[in-house]
């Protein structure tokens, strides 16, 4: 039975810019986006795998660091195994590429063609498949691709595109064509949310999504993906090798101190984080992030405040209109003043409910402390 051990990464996006950062916290997050390639090499290693696929956009633009293409060929180099590398929107191949200008070690391939081509690896049982964008936009790549299987040989596809996203110009792909493909696995890029193991026919793919968030559109856990490949099946395990997460923490600070109520709200162990913190509710004045600051700050690497509390008005000072709205409050006026007091908050909150929906809109007050 053929079978192979696969780490299978991508977007890490090395030397992205972090602009939501002050200057001296991106620089340290570069640095350890760089970590991010000995970690995959030590991930190798102690998985004991035997192929790696690096599914484009490894760097955020042709624009590197050279601290950055020293530990890109330093990391690899130590990997026991074959890594294959297919260049994506960020990182296109190109003369004047860090891919074309870097002295890679003899265990890397990068895929440098618009065109699938093939690497025959005889003494995993494998063939590995690629292409490369060449320019910050691809067309369909496996469109009309096709492979049969050669006896004995896993076919493994390592490629960077979209699967089923219309009029996409970042090598659009159909499930249609991955189950023509003959692959036994797609190794996607591109997407940076993990997908979990997919199916199309007889083809497995994935993407493991970035493996570090760089802002608030990635938050939570980030990962690379081992997957074990053989000709009865595939299984995918996520591993974390992230350094720090990026989250939004909601807190309703209705009729209590913001302060406590973040604190309430706030799970432990966050100093290594970056956190967003969004206030909700209502207020008599707007909250002092000043304040909350000072407070707060020790508690992450990284902190942003944001205020998205509505100022508390008068719910009955529009009572006496003659208006639909005045008839509604009345009513709910004559339930509110005969109710217990454990009700009058519902029949409060009901009316404040029943004002936006006649106004179609609530009167927020926005502050951000960036």
Aim: proline share 4%.
């Amino acid at each position: 039975m053929s079978k192979i051990k696969i780490l299978h990464a991508a977007d890490l996006h090395l030397d992205s810019p972090f602009e939501g950062l002050p200057a001296g916290k991106a620089a340290i997050r570069r640095g350890e986006q760089r970590a991010l390639l000995a970690r995959i090499a030590e991930l190798a290693r102690r998985e004991g795998v035997q192929l790696v696929l690096l599914a484009g956009d490894l760097l955020d633009s042709e624009n590197t660091y050279y601290e950055t293409g020293e530990e890109l060929c330093r990391s690899l180099s130590q990997i026991a195994a074959p890594v294959f590398i297919s260049p994506g929107n960020h990182d296109f191949y190109s003369p004047k590429s860090a891919y074309a200008r870097l002295k890679l070690p003899e265990n890397v391939h990068v895929f440098t063609s618009g065109d699938i081509e093939a690497v025959t690896l005889p003494e995993l049982g494998a063939r590995v498949f690629g292409a490369a964008f060449t320019d910050k936009c691809s067309g369909a790549m496996l469109r009309g691709f096709h492979a049969e299987h050669e006896d004995g040989l896993l076919n493994v596809l390592c490629i960077h595109g979209d699967v089923d996203v219309k009029d996409s110009a970042y090598d659009p792909i159909s499930e249609d064509e991955l189950r023509a493909s003959g692959m036994d696995y797609v190794a996607l890029g591109h997407v940076h949310k993990a997908s979990g193991l997919k199916k199309a026919g007889d083809t497995w793919y994935s993407w493991p999504g970035c493996p570090e968030g760089r802002g608030f559109d990635e938050t939570g856990e980030k990962t690379v993906s081992i997957v074990e490949l053989s000709d009865s099946g595939c299984r995918l395990t996520p591993v974390c090798i992230a350094s720090r997460r990026y989250e939004i923490l909601p807190v309703e600070v209705t009729g209590c101190d913001p302060l406590l109520a973040v604190h309430t709200v706030l799970p432990e162990n966050t100093a290594r984080d970056v956190y967003r913190i969004v206030l909700t509710g209502e207020v008599d004045t707007p909250p002092d992030l000043s304040r909350l600051r000072r407070n707060l700050d020790d508690c992450f690497f990284s902190l942003q405040l944001r205020d998205e509390t509505r100022l508390r008005q008068d719910v009955w000072e529009r009572a006496e209109e003659d208006s639909l709205r005045g008839i509604f409050l009345r009513k709910l006026r004559e339930k509110y003043n005969s109710a217990q007091s454990e009700e009058r908050e519902l029949i409060e909150q009901a009316a404040r409910w029943g004002l936006a929906a006649l106004d179609n809109m609530e009167e927020v007050v926005r502050h951000e402390d960036k």
